[in-house]
C-alpha cells in the first residue's frame, strides 16, 4: 500500500537542511514534499502546544490529532521559545547550516524577534528564505492576516464554486493553502539551483491569494477576453461541452466530451449519431450554445441504465469517463493503491496510521517515508547536541522552558 520504507538510495534532496517555522497546512506542506525526497526538514514549533494543528481535537487517533499526523511525516521536531534570547540564539546556531528556512507568519513577526531575513542572511549569505503568507510581502494588504477561506473569497474561487444561482460556496478542500504549498516548495528549488550557481540565496515568496489566483487561468482568460466574471456553473467546465457529472440509474457518472472526436464517440454511445450533424451540436461552440437542450437530452439517456452499465461502454469505445467517488472510495480503489499514493506508518502514540503519498514520482530517487510525524520536540536533545551543546547546557535550557521534549512514558 506504501513505497517502501526500506530503499538504500538516498532521496534527491538529501543534504539539504530545511527549518521549518510554520503551522497548520501551506508551510507544512511544503517541508513535508521537501522531506519526501531526502531533505533533513526540521520543525521548529513552540513549546506550548506546538503547531496548532496538534490541538485539532477531532478526529484523533489515540488521542493524536490526525490532521497534524497527515502533514508532518519524515520531518524531525524541536520545541524552542523563539521570545527568548536564548531560543533565538539556539535557532541562530541552527541558521548557520542551514539550506533553506520555511516560514508562513504575518509578516514582520520574525523581524521583530531580530530574525528577519537581514540578520539570517548575513549569518548565512546562501540561505533561502521562504516566506508564505495571506496577501504576500508587498502591496496595500501586505499587513493583512489571512486563511484559506478569506483567500477563496478574495479570489474569486467562490464565486465559481457551486450551482448556477446559488450562494457563493467554498471549495471542498482547502485549495489555496494546498497550492500554496506546492508553489512555496517550487520556488525553493529554484532559489537552490540559482545558490548552487552562484553561492547567494535569496527571499522566496507566495501567498494564499496568489495560489488561489493561480487556480484562475481558464476563468481569467474569459474575464480579460471579454470583461466579464463567469460565475459557477457546478461540474461543467467553463469552455467545453459536454464535460461535467450527469445522473444515471443509480448515481453519477463524468463524462469529458474534451475534443471533437470524443464528442462523436459520446453520441455514437448514447444511439444519437444524427447530433453528430445537428447544427445545434456540431462543433463545441454549437453545444456551449445550446447546452439547455444537450445536457437534458444526455441525462435523460443516462438515467436508462447503471453507472457501471455506462462507464464500460465509454470505456470500451474510448470515451474519457470515471465515477463520483466519496473520499472513501477514491483512497481505497485500487489505481490510488497502485501509485502509492496512501502511506501506512507505524507511530509511537497513535499507533497504525495512514496518510496520502507524494503525487510525484522519480525513477531513481523515489519518495521514501521514513518517519512519522514527531511527537513535539522528539529530536529536542539530538539536534541541540548538533548545534554544540552539551548535556549540562540542554538540561538547563529544558529546565527554563526554552526547549522541550516528550514526558517519558
Known amino acids: 500500500m506504501s513505497e517502501t520504507n526500506s530503499r538504500p538510495a538516498p532521496g534527491a534532496l538529501a543534504g539539504m537542511r530545511v527549518l521549518e517555522l510554520a503551522q497548520i497546512m501551506a508551510g507544512p506542506t511544503c517541508g513535508m514534499m521537501l522531506a519526501d525526497l531526502g531533505a533533513d526538514v526540521v520543525k521548529i514549533e513552540k513549546v506550548d502546544g506546538g503547531d496548532d494543528a496538534r490541538g485539532y481535537r477531532d478526529p484523533q487517533i489515540n488521542g493524536v490529532s490526525a490532521p497534524f499526523l497527515m502533514l508532518n511525516r519524515n520531518k524531525r521536531a524541536i520545541a524552542l521559545d523563539l521570545k527568548k534570547p536564548e531560543g533565538r540564539e539556539v535557532f541562530l546556531r541552527m541558521i548557520r547550516e542551514a539550506d533553506v528556512v520555511i516560514e508562513n507568519f504575518r509578516k514582520g513577526t520574525l523581524e521583530k524577534l531580530g530574525l528577519g531575513y537581514d540578520v539570517l542572511s548575513a549569518i548565512n549569505p546562501g540561505l533561502v528564505?521562504?516566506?508564505?503568507?495571506?496577501?504576500?510581502?508587498?502591496?496595500?494588504?501586505?499587513?493583512?492576516?489571512?486563511?484559506?477561506?478569506?483567500?477563496?473569497?478574495?479570489?474569486?474561487?467562490?464565486?465559481?464554486?457551486?450551482?448556477?444561482?446559488?450562494?457563493?460556496?467554498?471549495?471542498?478542500?482547502?485549495?489555496?493553502?494546498?497550492?500554496?504549498?506546492?508553489?512555496?516548495?517550487?520556488?525553493?528549488?529554484?532559489?537552490?539551483?540559482?545558490?548552487?550557481?552562484?553561492?547567494?540565496?535569496?527571499?522566496?515568496?507566495?501567498?494564499?491569494?496568489?495560489?488561489?489566483?493561480?487556480?484562475?487561468?481558464?476563468?481569467?482568460?474569459?474575464?480579460?477576453?471579454?470583461?466579464?466574471?463567469?460565475?459557477?456553473?457546478?461540474?461543467?467546465?467553463?469552455?467545453?461541452?459536454?464535460?461535467?457529472?450527469?445522473?444515471?440509474?443509480?448515481?453519477?457518472?463524468?463524462?469529458?466530451?474534451?475534443?471533437?472526436?470524443?464528442?462523436?464517440?459520446?453520441?455514437?454511445?448514447?444511439?444519437?449519431?444524427?447530433?453528430?450533424?445537428?447544427?445545434?451540436?456540431?462543433?463545441?461552440?454549437?453545444?456551449?450554445?445550446?447546452?439547455?437542450?444537450?445536457?437534458?437530452?444526455?441525462?435523460?439517456i443516462l438515467k436508462t441504465q447503471s453507472s457501471a452499465h455506462w462507464l464500460a461502454a465509454f470505456d470500451k469505445a474510448g470515451v474519457p469517463a470515471g465515477p463520483v467517488h466519496s473520499v472513501g472510495e477514491a483512497l481505497s480503489h485500487p489505481q490510488t493503491l497502485a501509485r502509492g499514493m496512501v502511506v501506512e506508518q507505524q507511530h509511537p502514540e497513535a499507533g497504525p496510521i495512514k496518510t496520502i503519498g507524494l503525487p510525484v514520482k522519480l525513477s531513481e530517487t523515489p519518495a521514501q517515508y521514513l518517519r512519522p510525524s514527531p511527537r513535539l520536540g522528539e529530536d529536542t536533545r539530538a539536534l541541540l547536541a548538533e548545534c554544540g551543546y552539551g548535556e549540562r547546557e540542554i538540561a538547563a535550557m529544558l529546565a527554563q522552558g526554552i526547549v522541550k521534549e516528550p514526558a517519558v512514558a
Open 129 to 300: 528564505y521562504c516566506a508564505i503568507s495571506g496577501y504576500g510581502r508587498s502591496g496595500p494588504a501586505a499587513d493583512k492576516g489571512g486563511f484559506d477561506l478569506i483567500a477563496q473569497g478574495f479570489t474569486g474561487l467562490m464565486s465559481i464554486t457551486g450551482e448556477e444561482g446559488g450562494p457563493p460556496l467554498r471549495t471542498g478542500n482547502s485549495i489555496a493553502d494546498i497550492n500554496a504549498g506546492i508553489l512555496a516548495a517550487f520556488g525553493i528549488l529554484a532559489a537552490c539551483q540559482h545558490k548552487q550557481r552562484t553561492g547567494r540565496g535569496q527571499i522566496v515568496e507566495t501567498s494564499l491569494i496568489e495560489a488561489g489566483l493561480q487556480q484562475l487561468y481558464w476563468h481569467a482568460a474569459i474575464h480579460f477576453a471579454t470583461g466579464a466574471s463567469p460565475g459557477p456553473s457546478g461540474s461543467a467546465h467553463v469552455l467545453i461541452a459536454p464535460y461535467q457529472a450527469f445522473p444515471t440509474q443509480d448515481g453519477h457518472i463524468i463524462i469529458g466530451g474534451a475534443n471533437e472526436k470524443n464528442w462523436e464517440r459520446i453520441a455514437q454511445v448514447l444511439g444519437r449519431p444524427e447530433w453528430l450533424e445537428d447544427p445545434r451540436y456540431r462543433l463545441n461552440s454549437d453545444r456551449m450554445g445550446n447546452r439547455d437542450t444537450l445536457l437534458p437530452a444526455i441525462a435523460g
